[in-house]
Nanobody, 126 residues
């Protein structure tokens, strides 16, 4: 079973940068497409970014494209998301997730993902 643990969240001012990390347990990390979702208070869980199992393909929500960058290091069993030019609208709990199967393209559908971390809070003040 894959276990995921997010870290790197915090309180920052608008325009600042943060890097979120997701550490995965086990030695089959490279076989899992990965993604980040977020959920703001009173909102539905929202797709943020996804990456293929080998890191060759990425997909971003329009709201973060150009500001966020997802990457993975399979040798260290980690997935990261660099966030820059943060806005108050980015405030949410950010979740790392992994899928059991591969996709034709990185998926933005939460139902395609099986394993979820507990989330890390990102708060961006104006």
């Amino acid at each position: 079973q894959v276990q995921l643990a997010e870290s790197g969240g915090g309180l920052v001012q608008a325009g600042a940068s943060l890097t979120l990390s997701c550490a995965a347990s086990g030695r089959i990390f490279s076989n899992y497409p990965m993604a980040w979702f977020r959920q703001a208070p009173g909102k539905e869980r929202e797709f943020v970014a996804a990456i293929s199992l080998n890191g060759g393909s990425t997909r971003y929500a329009d709201s973060v494209k150009g500001r966020f960058t997802i990457s993975r290091d399979n040798t260290k069993s980690t997935v990261s998301m660099q966030m820059s030019s943060l806005k108050p609208e980015d405030t949410a709990v950010y979740y790392c997730t992994a899928a059991k199967v591969d996709f034709l393209r990185p998926s933005n559908d939460p139902s395609d993902y099986t394993y979820w971390g507990h989330g890390t809070q990102v708060t961006v003040s104006s």
